[in-house]
């Protein structure tokens, strides 16, 4: 079964996609030319002491995000039960 939900809530080491991105304006564009589009396979790498910033893989590079922005991308990945 899948799931979809916030960036925020993989956990180190998970392995998802993104299916949407719930910002708009400059941010979304912002999001968008880091190269986080719908699609794009997206691994959880780290997480600051606080959860902010969140530090992800994506098209083969290291990104770090705020949990803000991270908040707004939608991802699906696969229920673990």
Known sequence: MEM????TKLKI????HVV???????VRRHI???G???GAVIIMRKAAPLGDPLEIN???????????EAQDILV???DEA
């Not at 080491?13 to 998802?16: D, I, L, N, V, W």
């Open 13 to 16: 080491g998970q392995k998802s």
């Open 20 to 26: 949407s991105l719930e910002c708009t304006g400059a």
């Open 32 to 34: 968008i030319d880091m």
């Open 58 to 68: 994506i098209r083969g590079y290291e990104l770090s995000l705020r949990k803000s």
């Open 36 to 38: 986080i589009t719908p």
């Open 4 to 7: 979809q939900i916030p960036l």
């Open 76 to 78: 699906e990945t696969e």
